[in-house]
Structure formats: structure tokens, C-alpha cells
């Protein structure tokens, strides 16, 4: 996959259409959301949005060795600060890494995080899986808050509660899809507390004891998006939008899930194209609420 690539080399122009087709065949809600932000910043959000899937398609789809494939990717994204890369993706990268100072350790991490999914399977305490998520999304945070300008602690923080949160919120939606994998993000201790063993979730079993644990883990991840919420008040103009776009998307999954009295076994919660423009509008909108209301 790399070595196919570095005998193709693309010049920066090539290699930002190419991460820009990336984005926008796999990720339909940011179609909506890059309507928000200016041309200059969409093309460089392209190139880390194309490296975080690519970066994830290694870990989760890449036959083969997926450790080995993981290194050369790390070696590969290296080139970024030191010499020239190979991909395409990388390519792209580089420019915007130059372009806005971006540090090495985002990108590391999040492939660290694909070497964890190749490693562990459960998560035994919420603070296990916490460590995952500041290697899993947190680190795309940082990358587009250097797109926005931004390089302080305090945003960061409340960034890393947004990232958390969203991270949080795919686990939820995606038991299902995860358990098809052997991965299980739901903490075990969670799992004991209330009573749901690993068998009934192999049996797709929605029983009151999935859905207080459900209903527990929403809780605090909406915890977690009220606190990202405050980075609001740090940003400015259409990256505001945007920011508030991406936490309303995440609120709106977990009232989806409610909706559903838990069920996320026989229909995966998910935002409709109607409903992605609702909450682009509502986005838009001065003052509008970002919580929808519970359940």
C-alpha cells in the first residue's frame, strides 16, 4: 500500500484532491460541516481527516501484517518533518504541518491507538478506555485546533472533552458493529456493576440491565460534551459553527439511542441527511441551543 504509492508521486495540488475525494466519500457529515469553514482551512482539514482514516483503515480493514503496515505508516508520516514523504496523503500533510506548526506527537498517537486495537480487545476500567480515547480522538482535536490557530492547554482540555466525548458516543452506537470485530469498549467494571454479562451482549440481549448500563454511560458522556461546550467561547466565527456542528451531531446520537429504548443490536443509531441539515441550520443560528432536550 505504501510502497505502491511512493512510485506514484503526486505534486501538493494532486495530493490535496486526492485527500479531499478521501473526506468526502467516507465522511458524510463532514460534507456538511466543511460548508462552514474557509477554503484555505478545508483543504488542510481534508489532508488530516484523510490521514486519520487512512491511518484508521490500516488498523481496523488492511490485510496483511496490520503492526508492519502501522510502521511503515510511521515511518512514512516521519518523512513529514524531516525529509519527503511518499503517499499522497502525506504529501498533503506535510504542507499543512508547515504551514501551521503542527507537532509530530497528534499524528503518533493516533496511530499508536490502531496498534492498541491490534492489541486489546476489552477495557477493563473507564480509565482504560479513557487512555484510548487520548490516543483514539483526542489527538484530531489538536490537529484542527492548529488549523484554527489555536496551540494552548486550556483549549486543548476542552477540546479533548469534545474528542472523548464523540469517541464515547461511537462506542455506544456501535456496540454491535464493534462486537463483530471481537471489540468490546463498554468497561467491564461497567459490565459487572450493573449486572450484564458478556454472553447476553453476544446474544444482542436488550434486557433493564443493559439499559441502566446504556443509560449510565450516556450520562457521563454528556457530561463530558457540556464541558467541550465551553471551548465555544474560545473560538471564533465560522470555526465556532463548525465546533458547535460536530457536538449537536454527537448529542443528537446519544438522544437517538434513548429514543430507541437502548437497542443499538438491531438498527445502528445514526443522523439522516435531513437531520444533518437541521442541525446545520440550528448551528447557524445565534444563541440556538446545542442540547437537544433528554430523553
Known sequence: MLRESRAKPSTPAEAFAYCRRITLDHYENFTVASWLLPGETRRHIYAVYA?????????????????????????????????????????????????????????????????????????????????????SANPVGHMVLHLFGYSDAERQRLSDATCTALQLTNFWQDVAVDLAKSRVYIPQEDMQRFGYSEGELEQAMVTPAFCGLMAFEIARTREMFDEGLKLLRLVDGRHKIALKLFSMGGLTILRAIERNDYDVFQRRPQLSRWQMAALFLRACLPGAAVTPGSR
Open 51 to 135: 490521514f486519520c482514516r487512512h491511518t484508521d483503515d490500516l488498523g481496523d480493514e488492511a490485510p496483511g501484517d496490520r503492526l508492519q503496515l502501522l510502521d511503515e505508516w510511521e515511518s512514512d508520516l516521519r518523512r513529514c518533518y524531516d525529509s519527503t514523504p511518499g503517499h499522497p496523503i502525506l504529501i498533503a500533510l506535510q504542507v499543512s504541518i508547515r504551514r501551521f506548526r503542527i507537532p509530530a506527537e497528534p499524528f503518533l498517537k493516533l496511530i499508536e491507538a490502531n496498534r492498541m486495537d491490534q492489541r486489546v480487545q476489552r477495557y477493563a476500567t473507564f480509565d482504560d478506555l479513557l487512555h484510548y480515547c487520548d490516543h
